[in-house]
């Protein structure tokens, strides 16, 4: 004869298989919770396909600069952390602005590298500077001139802007030299902010510094003139370390621009073929021809 304690521990162990058997029959369906939002980036478009670099290069900290063709020179400079992790790999060209053209090409449908390279033949194709989307359409923020046709409005003197005219191609700083709208441009590109001053000195002090990492394309002029273009492409720098950077290097830097960067920054050199993808399509983008 059971005991009562027995008799309420077999009662219970009979509700627990009971309970079991009902939730086996019968699964519970938890409401589903919405999916997490995902930023979207600020130039919002169709992504391109992932970055990605075709260059073989040393794998060494510094190749130093290596002659692609007369007047054209490549250079990658990897950076490390205190841990001997790799934290950026950047890669530049330079260019003899003597034996190269530059232009600035704009669509209000942007493209991918890839489509601007085929479209115009050009031997190099960098991203250009801001733009934003109104009625579907893709218009450049700063001042752009394309054929000598003028897009968008001056920015202020924080700013600076590559200047393409029959004479040849330079970078300024508007702060020192504000855009002239009778000026004969036949092409130009606005964006900021200036990393680089004219005469080598720092760009973007520590007090506007805003500690956002991002990738980063700069344009640049150094001291004998030629023009220097410089991706970031694994976004180690924000701005203030950047210009420090630059400012800093052996690169003899006379003034360097930046251009929009994030998913933006994105270079294409057809021959030898080497390109960092862009991971957004593209409005506005920097040419370079062989003369």
């Known amino acids: 004869m059971l005991t009562a304690s027995a008799l309420i521990s077999r009662t219970f162990l009979f509700l627990l298989l009971f309970i079991w058997i009902v939730v086996s029959c019968n699964p519970i369906h938890p409401t589903p919770l919405p999916p997490t939002a995902t930023p979207t980036p600020t130039s919002a478009a169709a992504p391109s396909p992932a970055s990605t670099l075709l260059p073989t290069l040393d794998p060494v900290p510094d190749t130093g600069w290596y002659l692609l063709q007369p007047g054209l020179e490549r250079r990658s400079i990897n950076l490390y952390n205190d841990q001997n992790q790799q934290v950026e790999a950047l890669y530049l ?13 704009y669509h209000e449908t942007p493209q991918n590298l890839e489509n601007w390279q085929k479209e115009t033949n050009a031997l190099i194709v960098v991203n250009g500077g801001y733009f934003r989307v109104e009625n579907e359409k893709y218009i450049p923020n700063g001042l752009t001139v394309i054929n000598g046709e003028t897009f968008g409005s001056s920015y202020g003197p924080f700013a600076g802007m590559l200047a393409i005219s029959d004479h040849g191609v ?10 002239d709208p009778y000026e004969p441009l036949r092409a130009a590109l606005q964006s900021f902010p200036v990393l ?24 640049g002029q150094d001291q004998e003139g030629r023009i220097l273009l410089i991706i970031a492409p694994r976004g180690h720098f924000t701005l203030h370390q950047l210009s420090v950077y630059l400012t800093g290097s052996d690169l003899h830097l006379d003034i360097a621009i930046n251009l929009d960067g994030g998913p933006s920054s994105g270079i294409w050199l057809a021959q030898p073929r080497e390109t960092i993808s862009s991971q957004t399509l593209l409005p506005i983008v920097i040419l370079v021809h062989a003369r």
């Open 93 to 105: 060209l330079r260019l003899d602005p003597h034996q190269f053209r530059l232009d600035v090409a």
């Open 170 to 179: 330079e970078l300024r700083w508007l702060a020192s030299r504000p855009y």
């Open 196 to 219: 680089v001053k004219p005469g080598g000195e720092l760009g973007f002090p520590a007090q506007y510094e805003d500690n956002l990492k991002a990738r980063r394309t700069v344009i």
